[in-house]
C-alpha cells in the first residue's frame, strides 16, 4: 500500500513533468520576443487534499498576471496577442502549444507516473528497514 505522500509527490510530480513540453511550446510560440507576455508564461502544478483514491493531480500553463518590477499587467493584452483584436490578428499560441498534443501529454503523464510511483515505493522501502532495524 502506498503512502499518501508518496502518491501526492508522484501524481504532482508527473503532472508537472508532462506539462512541461507545453510550457515550453508556448514560450518559444508566443508572438513577441521578449517582453511582460513572455515572461508571465507560467507552469503550475499540485494535488488536490484528498485520500489516495480521491486524489486528483493538476498542472497547467497560464499566461497573465502583473510583472513585478515594471507593474505592467499582462494580461491585460494576453487574450487580444492569443485571440486577435477587430484591427490585428491572433495568434493562438497556447492552445498550439497543447491541444494537437493531448495525447503525447498523457503518454507523457502515464510515463512518468510509473517513474515517480517506482521512486516512491523504493522509497518505502527504505523507510520500512529503517523502521525494522
Known amino acids: 500500500k502506498l503512502?499518501?505522500?508518496i502518491?501526492?509527490?508522484a501524481n504532482?510530480?508527473?503532472a508537472k513533468q508532462a506539462m512541461t513540453p507545453v510550457y515550453e511550446r508556448a514560450r518559444?510560440?508566443?508572438?513577441?520576443?521578449s517582453g511582460t507576455l513572455r515572461d508571465s508564461i507560467k507552469l503550475r502544478a499540485?494535488?488536490?487534499s484528498g485520500k489516495s483514491k480521491d486524489?486528483?493531480?493538476w498542472s497547467y500553463v497560464s499566461v497573465?498576471?502583473?510583472?513585478?518590477?515594471?507593474?505592467?499587467?499582462?494580461?491585460?493584452?494576453?487574450l487580444a496577442a492569443h485571440y486577435g483584436t477587430s484591427?490585428?490578428?491572433g495568434d493562438p499560441f497556447l492552445l498550439e502549444a497543447f491541444e494537437p498534443h493531448a495525447v503525447g501529454i498523457l503518454q507523457h503523464y502515464k510515463a512518468a507516473l510509473t517513474l515517480e510511483t517506482d521512486r516512491g515505493v523504493k522509497k518505502m522501502a527504505k523507510r520500512a528497514n529503517v523502521k525494522d532495524k
Open 7 to 9: 502518491i501526492k509527490s
Open 64 to 78: 497573465g498576471g502583473k510583472d513585478r518590477k515594471s507593474g505592467t499587467a499582462a494580461g491585460s493584452y494576453a
Open 3 to 5: 503512502d499518501e505522500d
Open 55 to 57: 486524489r486528483i493531480a
Open 46 to 48: 499540485g494535488s488536490s
Open 87 to 89: 484591427t490585428a490578428d
Open 12 to 14: 504532482r510530480k508527473a
Open 28 to 33: 518559444r510560440g508566443v508572438p513577441v520576443e
